[in-house]
């Protein structure tokens, strides 16, 4: 039983497979090919059972993962039974498969005795570590997890990596041979978790502003055979279904369906995405409604400073700057004049239809399970100067060592080539959490500092008394060490305080202040602040083909002080790019028996280079200090951004809906593929002749 949260999932099914796809055994052979036919030849009888498995289905049945969730704030039906205007609808996004270009891969080695060190693609060493001491019967004492770098990891490996550890350590624990387990991506993408799918039916009542007075939102989501991290998943979306605005009324369920499909998980985002993409469904239903601009709609509803600043699970928001972020961002691009250029276009092109739309995003940050918000790190300094870095962090593309050793290297003042950047090991720093809910370079950055910031004490000290002044006179600057006129070069100064007896080594430990959440009520303080972004998406649609492309992408995105400008950049358009793929191409398809169809690049279209808008400009706002005691005032930057694509989606919708001259709301759901665009654009053209 390798579960993460709720024990009940077993490495291999046993009695029952559960999903079409789940791994029933395992070969181990000399050469991976070899194991390829071996496996191909076990044969297994099933007798099949009638499956359940659409998100629809289960919820009507009842069949819940665990008990369902709401966030209750006021009485939203009260509410909505007194408002001027009520409106109801549904809208559904789909899953999305990670598709890191590295699969999931773990090497376990035997070691003496019972030990095992296991070489782990995983974002959560910790977890490995428990889950195979468990699956081997021996002490987490026994297990080291190492993970060098991942190639990508998006949250497919927070929790699953498990799975394939210890598979491969049970068989290395039985022939005491290192054995190296590789899914094929077929076999990735059948037998590891995705993204949620959610449904959602909403009901809300309005005034004459569209100013949301009462919202119900039911939120259903597939998360497959298994608990897994759907717990979380869930919550997030719900305390996502506010995104930046204030609802006096709110009543947000969650109805987390047990499928027979391969059990979901974190994908960038953890449920964020799929609650924001529910209240801007709600937002563009209500600007119909009453004939106005999406962009008044929004602004009657913004979270306030003083008044109306209160989250549906009781967290005030005291840093907000969504309405000004947006303001900037359409003044910036001119967004009426671009809307007014549109309708020229539009007019005058008989097939091709543009649309536009603004995203905005506030997220929160910090894992919704407070527990998981705590860090540690290891930094030696050497005698000839060298620093030496260890922090519980993964690294998987997104710059997270970098971002740490530049932490370093700024307390002591030496060249960030100095600090050696080391491999994630749980037995360097241990209990340590997931790198994920975007959270890494606050945690471990923070944990790195108050390593580092120990040592530059003792190493002070030590300068101090070399030169008969106080520690206070002491300044670390451009690698070397000044007392006044007088310095010694960093090395210098790390040879003395070893010929001292004083320790060069020190362990430095983080936990995130001020947070709290009760799971039961879902009340609380989750997160540590918010991090803002908004994004306008340009895109044209073919509507003799329903095909679609971004034309363009305007991104303005708050990272607090950015640790890494060149990293965050590269952040904000891959995830906004990534988020596109979720919400125009990639399409998740089950056959009848529940059958992943969809689990090869050929079926399953992420996007490409192509895809990339050809006008794509991303600015950090300048200026903007996390207000808040972060590392170095900055802000986390790995999530929110994707959450930015969804201007694509509301854009498609946009174009969709000018077809009809606003007359119909259009019924596109995500992704919005070309067949789904062309379906919606039909159904406009049959509402209008009938
Ligand atoms: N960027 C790259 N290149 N590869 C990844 O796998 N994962 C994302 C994001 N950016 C990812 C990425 C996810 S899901 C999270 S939670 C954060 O990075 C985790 O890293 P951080 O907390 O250090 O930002
Ligand atoms: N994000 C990512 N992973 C998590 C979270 C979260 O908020 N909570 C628990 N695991
Ligand atoms: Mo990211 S989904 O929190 O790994």
Not at 490 to 498: C, D, Y
Request: glycine share 8%.
């Amino acid at each position: 039983d390798i579960g993460p949260i709720f024990g009940d999932e077993p490495a291999l099914a046993q009695r029952i497979a559960e999903y079409a796809g789940q791994p029933v055994a395992a070969v181990a052979a000399d050469t991976y090919d070899q194991a390829l036919v071996a496996a191909k030849k076990v044969a297994i009888e099933y007798e099949e059972l009638p499956p359940v498995l659409s998100i629809e289905e289960a919820w009507e049945k009842e069949k819940f993962i665990y008990k369902p969730p709401k966030i209750i704030y006021g009485d939203a039906e009260g509410a909505i039974a007194k408002a001027s205007h009520v409106i109801d609808g549904d809208v559904f996004c789909g899953g999305q498969d990670h598709f890191y270009l590295e699969t999931h891969i773990a090497l376990a080695v035997p070691g003496e005795d019972r030990d095992m060190t296991v070489y782990s693609s995983t974002q959560h060493p910790t977890e490995v570590q428990h889950g195979v001491s468990h699956v081997l019967g021996v002490a987490q004492n026994d297990i080291t997890i190492e993970v060098r770098r991942m190639g990508g990891g998006f949250g497919g490996k927070e929790s699953q990596p498990t799975i394939i550890a210890a598979i491969a350590a049970l068989l290395a624990d039985r022939t005491r041979k290192p054995v190296k387990l590789r899914l094929r991506r077929d076999d990735d993408m059948i037998a590891t978790g995705k993204r949620h799918d959610f449904l959602f039916k909403y009901r809300i009542g309005f005034d004459d502003d569209g100013r949301i007075e009462g919202a119900v939102i039911d939120m259903a989501a597939r998360c497959g055979n298994v608990a897994d991290l759907s717990g979380g998943v869930v919550a997030r979306a719900l305390c996502h279904g506010d995104n930046a605005y204030y609802i006096p009324n709110a009543l947000f369920r969650g109805w987390p369906c047990k499928t027979n499909t391969v059990s979901n998980t974190a994908f960038r985002g953890f449920g964020g995405p799929q609650g924001m993409i529910a209240i801007e469904t709600v937002i563009e239903h209500i600007a119909h409604e009453l004939g106005k601009s999406v962009d008044d709609i929004r602004a009657a509803n913004w979270y306030g400073t003083e008044d109306r600043n209160v989250t549906p699970y009781q967290q005030p928001v005291t840093d907000n700057i969504m309405p000004e972020l947006a303001d900037r961002l359409a003044k910036e691009i001119d967004l009426p004049g671009r809307r007014k250029a549109i309708d020229a276009f539009n007019a005058c092109h008989i097939s091709l239809k543009k649309g536009i739309a603004m995203m905005p995003v506030k997220f929160g940050i910090s894992f919704n399970a407070p527990m998981l918000n705590q860090a540690g790190a290891l930094v030696h300094v050497y005698t000839d100067g060298s620093v030496h870095l260890n922090h519980g962090g993964t690294e998987m593309g997104q710059g997270l060592f970098v971002k740490v050793a530049q932490v370093v290297s700024s307390v002591f003042q030496v060249d960030i080539d100095n600090v050696k950047i080391s491999a994630t090991r749980t037995d360097k720093v241990p209990n340590t959490a997931p790198t994920a809910a975007s959270a890494g370079s606050d945690l471990n950055g923070m944990a790195a500092f108050n390593a580092a910031e120990e040592i530059k004490g003792r190493m002070a000290g030590v300068v101090a008394e070399h030169f008969h002044v106080s520690p206070d006179n002491i300044e670390f600057r451009q690698n070397r060490v000044y007392a006044g006129n007088e310095s010694l070069s960093f090395a210098e100064a790390a040879q003395l305080t070893w010929n001292q007896r004083v320790s060069l080594s020190a362990t430095g430990y983080y936990r995130t202040p001020d947070i709290h959440w009760d799971g039961e009520s879902m009340t609380g303080s989750p997160f540590y602040y918010f991090t803002y972004g908004a994004c306008v998406a340009e895109v044209a649609i073919d509507t003799l083909t329903g095909e679609s492309r971004v034309l363009a992408a305007d991104i303005l995105q708050d990272v607090g002080s950015s640790l890494n400008p060149a990293i965050d950049i590269g952040q904000i358009e891959g995830a906004f790019v990534q988020g596109m793929g979720w919400l125009t191409s990639e399409e998740l398809v089950w056959d009848d028996k529940g059958r992943l169809m969809t689990h090869g690049p050929s079926t399953y279209k992420i996007p490409g280079s192509r895809d990339v808008p050809e006008h794509f400009k991303v600015h950090i706002l300048n200026d903007a200090p996390n207000c808040v005691p972060t590392i170095f005032r900055s802000k986390a930057v790995g999530e929110p951004p994707l959450m930015l694509s969804i201007a694509v989606w509301l854009a498609l919708r946009d174009a969709v809906a000018r077809t009809g001259g606003y007359k119909y709301l259009p019924r596109l759901n995500a992704p919005a593929t070309p067949e789904a665009i062309l379906t919606a654009l039909e159904d406009i053209k049959i509402r209008e002749e009938t």
